[in-house]
């Protein structure tokens, strides 16, 4: 049987202790204590004092006999104690103490003093004092090192800062002198042996792990104190990490009274600490079972320097130290193995090895560790103080310099992993500073949020906190120094800390539970439906929410949102407030009625509108656009809408209160050439809106892409350095930072009215979509998500861990959105679908000519104010010195104008039609690589003086109380500028928007624009646009990239009555079509084929009276024919063919051929040609002739519906180019011959075709 004191070693009066608590009630000991001292009383172990010896006997095999010593006297041998009171049962007198047989000496009675009061020792007292003289019998001797503990401290404040940050308890300096101890350990095994006895022979017990004991000084109830020694079992097989667990959590019990039985048993080697009361050193008492104790003193300055101020310890670079001593049982350990132990704990704390790297590696700390460092400061010393100064702050201004540069590159963004990348550019020893200059002062004017001098550690604690937390950002490729002063300096006085209220960190907890809750509802009641969940980017809707309660107090109106499909539905219902219900209907098949006039779209397609009610009451109108699968397609859309409002506003602060919103994924920001394109817009003075924040949801994934195979850049957002826009990269998982984020982005984009990049890291907990399984691409990336916490799951237990809210706050804001949900989700249940619809509904059928010209407008202008305004247009101003070219051509339009001649050609044309809806006060916008000037200079908007740097733009000086004009040359880009204008267009349609090509041929750069959006808006989104895109479009021998804007393609699209697609002749037709389209209430885009060499053809003018009193034509019969009976043979065509055909007719005068044009292909003008038809029912030849090659142009359109309107003997023929890959030949002789050809076949006139060309 092993006594207490082998057993518990100096825990033993603690146990007899609770053992007469347990006699007295059992109830009064904690379980595992209860059951302890049941099994004693059973006779299954016990504290019988019964023993053989004092000491620990092992099996033979774990002893080795040591020399023995002749001169030791033998112990007495003691007498084994009566048992008769049970067996096993624990010797509780000895627990008391027995009264001394000497009598206590008193001391000589006097009338002035009293006698002296003597106590018994009891208890946990007794015992120690009785350990204390049975610890006499063990032979020590001790070892004393003084060790500085500079690095030590240094260390321990840069892992307990991410320790913090992590909400993980912080390390003291114990644990880290208990650690170099364990280390130290494996290099001095013998220090862990104890001695023991063998057959009553010496013996060195050999352990076969250490058994860490740990000394605790822990108040009694009285008052008094008590001190305990558990030990942490195996602690020489355990990491960093783990040790440090099992460290508090041994602590944390002891404090709590819940240490076990098996906590005291066994330890092998013990640190105690006096030097948290002030003790400089300590010589513990061995107690027997151990081989050594290790003894730490307070932490100060050496005493000669205690009197110094701390400017000049800093300056003479003096460190803290600390005595550290080992007290060794000398039967066993020697002094040279103590010395070299304590010698080796010292490299440890304070040397050159990898103690703290190893440390720093296993706790994912992304700096190395201070490293060892002679100081070699001399300053004080030769009188060059001056240039050792002027050294170390230029050092310190280098270090400052690259935090700023390059500290996003150690900040902690990815959720998925701990660490961080590494720069050494960001140790300050990279720099030639030591861990002495840390205390060492330094001038920083420079540094936001410190004192103009203040220390290097200081500094360096600034720097980590702004750039290396979870905010990395990117802003000193900024050129402007104002834009880098502000957001230096913002960034650094609040360290990046956005000091959220009590109340706004609930705020944050209820929108992420808003978001997580709403998508865990879905994917429980929705099994496998697509709804591209937002789960790992859930920060997302309070970054939202906090940027529309900050905006309101910028008084923002406006919020206008594009985002691509993911987490889309989310920010419906939790950020534009969509009911829940819709949204549930809509996955129960409910089949929104209004749909049936066109195909509708998927719900994660759709836009929506809304309006946010701010804390401060102030209202947000919140626009949200729709957008197809293309992604990023709808960045320049939203842009271009909110230009729109911002000009409606006709205020100069309109771009601070209309803010355009961008959501990215971080695939598609990096691939879509769409983005540049945007990015390139943002400061052009026709595009710009005031910046624009973009929020890239970066979920390191693209499908099944991965970032290595999907970019070149190292982060997704780094694209935006184009533009000079400031980037903050922010950890997902990390909601206040995510709002810190978003509060820099808002503040930035309204002092400087320019982009800002939000890079939000975080993951896609599913697949692309639901129906998609992850694992079978990434395994372990999937593997890691699958068992990571939600953003919910994080941030609830962070606030529960900081005591701002509490367990039940958190779960009454949980229960109160099920609810919510429940409810909405049953309402959706009961609510009867109103999608009925029948098969005669899905056969819809184009409108007829009669039913779409209903309601088309009057397009006729009063001559007077026609000429008036023709006159204003050729008017310049006095002082303005135009270019005599120009001047020749404004000589010309006046004379037009005043003597009415039939001289008005396409370009004067267009601006009559813009000046007639500029007084009738609709504006007018223009815009195109060209289009000032327009690519064939026919159009002039605007004057440019030639001797000094003068515009005029006549157009907008027409009248006082005008509509505005605007024309802009645009960047280099179809896609971007006509989404732009598409966007414009659909947010004001009281404005004639248009859209010009350099040449027809480049519209196709923005194909996704017009088959999505133009022409397929209002059947999918019941989305409106009157944009007018201008194509200049002929074959003119200029090759196959400057000869067709696939006129085709856009008849293809034609359907729904969608689109209008129109070839003018003449520039009334344009002047009306144009007036047509400013003034019709039924808004639809309408396509221009607009002519090259007909803008200066002799035979295509107007006279003002056709302007002022004509309309539209949408088909122009032959008015050089009279007697339609005679016509053998009808022609039709569209566009400038026309002219070679008539120019052909006139030179050959072939028999009675009738030519008619085509202007308007869709909405197709059936009655029109109908009667054209009827009118030349006799004709038997029905020629369709054009200049494309047979599988372009109008042909594949026109064929079918004109043969089904043809009489019985009338027979429909093809006369044009043949069938091609590309539009044109490239050879201009090849042209003119095929040119030549198709006219003649068009008119019947024979051709040999043998004969050479």
Not at 510 to 522: R, T
Not at 537 to 547: K, R
Request: hydrophobic content about 35%; proline content about 5%; charged content about 30%.
């Amino acid at each position: 049987m092993k006594k207490l004191e082998a057993q518990f070693g100096p825990n033993a009066a603690l146990v007899e202790e609770l053992y007469e608590q347990y006699l007295e009630n059992p109830e009064s000991v904690p379980d595992y204590w209860r059951r302890y001292f049941d099994e004693m009383g059973n006779g299954a172990s016990g504290t019988d004092v019964a023993e053989d010896t004092d000491t620990a006997t092992l099996p033979a095999e774990k002893m080795e006999a040591p020399p023995e010593d002749k001169h030791k006297k033998k112990a007495p041998e003691k007498k084994k104690p009566d048992t008769k009171e049970g067996r096993g049962a624990p010797d509780v007198s000895k627990a008391k103490k027995k009264k001394s047989e000497k009598e206590v000496t008193k001391e000589p009675e006097d009338r002035e003093t009293e006698q002296a009061d003597v106590k018994l020792l009891k208890g946990v007292a007794g015992k120690i004092a009785a350990n204390m003289d049975e610890s006499l019998e063990v032979p020590t001797a001790t070892s004393q090192r003084v060790i500085p503990v500079k690095m030590l401290m240094e260390d321990r404040r840069i892992i307990n800062s991410y320790l913090e940050k992590r909400l993980e308890p912080k390390a003291s300096l114990t644990h880290f002198i208990a650690w170099a101890i364990v280390r130290a350990l494996k290099e001095y095994p013998q220090l862990n042996h104890h001695y023991g006895e063998k057959d009553n022979k010496p013996a060195r017990v050999i352990p076969k792990s250490v058994n860490l004991g740990i000394a605790i000084d822990l108040p009694n109830r009285d008052g008094s104190r008590s001190l305990l020694v558990p030990n942490i079992k195996d602690v020489d097989k355990l990491s960093f990490p783990e040790f440090l667990n099992a460290f508090n959590n041994l602590i944390d019990r002891a404090r709590n009274n819940e240490v076990e039985v098996e906590d005291f048993e066994n330890t092998t080697i013990s640190i105690t600490n006096p030097g948290t009361i002030g003790t400089v050193a300590s010589m513990p008492r061995l107690m027997k079972g151990q081989g050594a104790i290790i003894a730490t003193g307070a932490m100060n300055y050496p005493a000669e320097f205690q009197s110094m101020s701390q400017d000049l310890l800093s300056h003479l670079g003096i460190s803290r130290v600390m005595n550290v001593t080992c007290t060794y049982d000398h039967r066993i350990i020697q002094g040279a193995e103590s010395g070299s132990f304590l010698a080796r704990i010292q490299e440890f704390l304070a040397g050159p090895t990898d103690f703290f790297e190893s440390i720093f590696e296993e706790l994912d700390i992304p700096y190395e560790p201070i490293p060892f460092g002679v100081d070699q400061y001399s300053g004080f010393l030769d009188g060059s103080d001056n240039i050792e100064s002027d050294k170390k702050a230029v050092a310190v201004s280098r270090l400052v310099d690259r935090y700023r540069r390059h500290g996003h590159v150690m900040a902690e963004l990815n959720p998925l992993q701990f660490g961080t990348g590494y720069n050494p550019e960001l140790d300050f020893h990279y720099h030639g500073l030591t861990m002495w200059d840390l205390d060492r002062k330094f001038y920083v004017p420079y540094l936001a949020g410190s004192d103009k001098v203040t220390t290097l550690r200081n500094i360096i604690d600034i720097l980590r906190k702004t750039y290396c937390g979870y905010i990395g950002a990117e802003y000193t490729h900024i050129l402007d120094i104002d834009e880098r002063s502000w957001l230096r300096d913002t960034m650094e006085s609040s360290t990046n800390d956005p000091g959220l209220s009590k109340e706004e960190k609930r705020r944050i907890l209820l929108k992420l539970n808003q978001a997580s809750a709403f998508e865990e509802f879905l994917h429980k009641k929705y099994i496998g439906h697509k709804r591209f969940s937002l789960e790992g980017a859930d920060s997302l809707i309070p970054m939202l929410d906090y940027l529309l309660e900050r905006a309101a107090t910028y008084e923002v109106s406006d919020l206008v949102l594009g985002m691509a499909h993911r987490g889309r539905l989310n920010v419906l219902v939790n950020t534009l407030n969509k009911s829940y219900k819709k949204v549930f209907a809509e996955f129960e098949g409910n089949i929104d009625p209004e749909s049936a006039m066109g195909t509708g779209d998927v719900k994660y397609h759709l836009g929506t509108t809304g309006v946010h009610k701010a804390g401060n009451n102030h209202e947000i109108n919140m626009l949200l656009m729709p957008n197809p699968s293309h992604l990023e397609s709808v960045n320049p859309v939203v842009e271009g809408a909110a230009r729109a409002i911002q000009d409606k506003m006709k205020t100069e602060d309109a771009g601070k209160k209309v803010i355009p919103l961008l959501i990215h994924g971080d695939a598609a920001f990096a691939g879509q050439g769409v983005v540049a394109e945007t990015l390139n817009m943002s400061q052009l003075e026709g595009f710009r809106t005031g910046g624009t924040i973009h929020l890239i949801i970066n979920n390191q994934i693209g499908f099944t892409t991965l970032p290595k195979d999907g970019r070149s850049t190292e982060y997704a957002a780094d694209l935006a350095k184009m533009i000079l826009a400031p980037i903050f990269h922010v950890n997902g998982d990390e909601p206040e930072a995510a709002i810190q984020s978003i509060k820099l982005a808002l503040d930035y984009r309204q002092k400087f009215g320019k982009d800002v990049v939000i890079d939000l890291i975080c993951y896609r907990k599913h697949g692309h979509n639901e129906g998609d399984e992850p694992a079978f691409t990434q395994p372990g990336l999937y593997k890691e998500i699958d068992t990571h916490p939600s953003v919910r799951q994080l941030y609830t237990r962070e606030l529960v861990k900081r005591n701002e809210l509490t367990r039940k706050e958190t779960q009454q804001i949980f229960d109160e959105f099920d609810e919510l949900l429940e409810a909405a989700f049953k309402d959706a249940k009961k609510a009867q679908s109103p999608g009925k619809f029948t098969w005669k509904q899905l056969k819809r059928k184009d409108k007829t000519e009669k039913e779409w010209s209903q309601n088309l407008p009057d397009t006729r202008y009063d001559i007077d104010k026609l000429k008036k305004i023709g006159y204003k247009l050729n008017t310049l101003p006095q002082d303005f010195d135009a270019n005599p070219k120009l001047l020749r051509i404004l000589a010309k339009r006046s004379e037009i104008v005043e003597k009415n001649q039939k001289k008005i050609d396409w370009g004067f044309a267009e601006a009559l039609a813009f000046g007639s809806l500029l007084v009738e006060k609709q504006p007018v916008r223009l815009t195109g690589q060209d289009s000032e000037r327009g690519t064939f200079s026919h159009r002039h908007s605007v004057l440019h003086g030639t001797s000094k740097e003068q515009n005029f733009v006549p157009l907008n000086n027409i009248d006082e109380d005008q509509a505005n004009y605007k024309v802009y040359n645009s960047l280099l880009s179809e896609f971007a500028v006509m989404g732009f204008e598409f966007g414009y267009s659909s947010l004001r349609p009281e404005a004639l928007v248009l859209w010009e090509a350099q040449f027809g041929d480049f519209n196709n750069g923005a194909q996704i624009i017009i088959d999505q959006y133009i022409a397929a808006s209002e059947s999918k989104w019941r989305q409106k646009s009157g944009i007018v895109l201008l194509l200049p479009h002929a074959y003119e021998g200029q090759g196959p990239e400057h000869s067709s804007a696939r006129l085709e393609r856009f008849l293809q699209l034609c359907a729904d009555n969608n689109i209008q697609v129109a070839n003018c002749t003449t520039p009334a037709q344009y002047f009306h079509l144009l007036r047509r389209q400013a003034l019709r209430v039924d808004k639809k885009p309408l396509v221009i084929m607009s002519p090259k060499s007909l803008l200066r053809h002799p035979k295509v003018v107007a006279s003002i009276e056709e302007l002022a009193e004509g309309r539209f034509h949408e088909v122009i019969p032959d008015e050089n024919t009279d007697d339609s009976g005679k016509t053998k043979r009808l022609v039709f065509c569209s566009g400038k063919v026309y002219y070679d055909l008539e120019d052909m007719r006139q030179k050959e005068k072939p028999d009675n051929v009738a030519i008619v044009r085509i202007e308007q292909f869709y909405p197709f003008p059936d009655e029109s040609i109908s009667k054209i038809l009827d009118r030349y029912k006799n004709t038997e030849q029905i020629v369709w002739c054009q200049e494309e090659p047979q599988n372009m142009g109008g042909w594949q359109y026109m064929e079918p519906r004109m043969r089904s309107m043809l009489h019985d003997k009338q027979k429909l023929e093809y006369a044009g180019r043949v069938a091609s890959a590309s539009p044109a030949t490239g050879s201009a002789q090849i042209h003119a011959a095929e040119q030549e050809l198709l006219v003649k076949e068009g008119l019947g006139i024979p051709v040999d075709i043998e004969e050479e060309v």
